[in-house]
């Protein structure tokens, strides 16, 4: 998290004082690095040069048009999972022609809205979609440009939560039934078979099962090349992990020269589905110290931040660094306490068992890595306003999504 450092004694985004920041904009805050975004944006494109390729950002994991905007301008795709997904990433700017639509359970209405947006390729889950798919798109006179998401049985060795790529998940054809399941989409005439596509599960951090996948998948466009179907493009999802704490995932270029073999040999256009490799290490949560409490037992440091603000600890048990934003502190001594926040329920917590340079009341806390699956997956729980977004770019920052107000939570409810 280069873009995150200290200087002059304390944490900055890019050349931002978070502390400057916080006074402006209030906590709980998301902050995000721009020069980080488009630094591992890039590092994909670059990776993948030699082949045509698209990099479709998966809007899932940070779905804020100031973020989206940020990737679409410097060319990137998307990849979609719903129909709100599908409005944001045209607001945002990316070009039909570069999107993708992912997910076990397209409605028939985002079908047609797809449709309608003329997007590059739907990748379809299950043969149910397919037929669904099929009579959307003849009803409205056209060809839905289509690829099978095939599970290729694979294990991603990761948290059971984020791993689609095994047999027992929701997730795709199962490989042994693509081959009958390309017949009759080959055999439909409101689809045409562009493609194959995977996604075998989120922070991985070892390449082997990427590319035992995609063996698996080559197998079966060759099998399918010689029955006649042509396939142009292979789609092989997301899921490149991230460093949190000790993780040492690929970089985006070990990841490729994984990959690249079998696809030049297969001569087609790449399509990738990143999410959290692009955004996860972009962006931090900033919050700032209420009480602190000793129980005797333990010792708490209750935050402004809560589990409706970023869910990954309570939901994964995952690990988010925390650092001070005043360097100064770095020189106290270390504690070990549970960072907390105001919800009302014991899973509410950032951090457990955490030795952390004492924190005072009124201190800044930053929790790391926290740009992907962070402000996408809070809530309003507790009646509590979103946290404000903003994106940082050099010396200067853009307020992306206002913090929520009481009347916002309320719009929409009726007294009776
Ligand atoms: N493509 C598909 C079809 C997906 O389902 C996903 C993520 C991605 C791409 C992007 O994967 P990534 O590159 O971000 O790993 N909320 C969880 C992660 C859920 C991932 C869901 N699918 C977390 O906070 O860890």
């Known amino acids: 998290m280069d873009h995150f450092a200290y200087r002059n004694s304390e944490l900055c985004c890019e050349r931002v004082s978070l502390r400057a920041l916080a006074a402006h904009v209030g906590t709980p805050a998301y902050v995000y690095s721009k020069a980080a975004l488009l630094e591992s944006y890039r590092a994909y494109d670059g990776a993948f040069a030699e082949v ?14 100031g973020v989206l905007g940020t990737l679409a301008r410097a060319g990137a795709g998307a990849d979609i999972v719903s129909g709100g997904e599908l409005f944001r990433a045209l607001r945002a700017g990316f070009p039909p022609s570069k999107i993708i639509f992912d997910g076990v359970g397209k409605t028939r209405d985002e ?17 149910s979609e397919l037929r669904a798919l099929d009579e959307v798109a003849r009803e409205m006179g056209v060809r839905a440009p289509v690829a ?3 599970n290729p049985d694979v294990d991603p060795q990761t948290h059971q939560y984020i791993a689609t ?22 055999s439909r005439e409101g689809v045409q078979v562009m493609g194959v596509d995977m996604h075998i ?65 297969l001569g087609v256009t790449v ?14 949560l900033l919050t700032r110290v209420l009480y602190r409490k000793d129980t005797g037992d333990k010792r708490f440091v209750v935050v402004d931040a809560a589990m409706n603000d970023l869910i990954r ?3 994964y048990d995952s690990y988010h660094e925390i650092r001070p934003v005043d360097a100064a502190r770095l020189g106290d001594p270390m504690e070990s306490v549970d960072v907390v926040g105001p919800v009302c329920e014991s899973g509410d917590f950032l951090a457990k068992d955490r030795e952390l340079a004492a924190a005072e009341e009124g201190d800044l806390l930053a929790v790391m890595s926290a740009g992907a699956y962070g402000f996408v997956m809070s809530s309003n729980y507790n009646t509590r306003p979103r946290a404000v977004e903003v994106l940082v770019d050099g010396d200067r920052y853009t307020i992306v999504r206002r913090r929520e107000t009481y009347e916002d939570l309320v719009a929409g409810e009726t007294t009776l």
């Open 271 to 284: 399509l990738l589905e990143p999410g959290r490799s692009i955004v996860g290490n972009a962006g931090i």
């Open 52 to 65: 045509p390729h698209v990099v479709c950002y998966s809007i899932k994991a940070n779905a804020n048009l």
């Open 201 to 265: 599960g989120s922070q991985l951090t070892k390449a082997s099962p990427f590319a035992d996948a995609l063996a698996r998948l080559a197998a079966l466009v060759k099998a399918l090349r010689e029955r006649g179907t042509e396939v142009r493009m292979v789609d092989v999802g997301g899921g490149l992990g991230i460093r949190y704490r000790e993780e040492t995932p690929p970089t985006h270029r070990e990841y490729a020269m994984v990959l690249l073999p079998a696809l030049r040999e």
């Open 313 to 315: 600890p309570a939901l």
């Open 165 to 186: 790529g095994l047999k027992t998940s929701k997730f795709g054809i199962p490989i042994a039934q693509a081959l009958e399941a390309y017949e009759e989409a080959a």
């Open 111 to 127: 079908l047609r809205e797809a449709l309608k947006a003329e997007i590059l390729m739907f990748n379809v889950e299950s043969r």
């Open 148 to 150: 099978l998401r095939v």
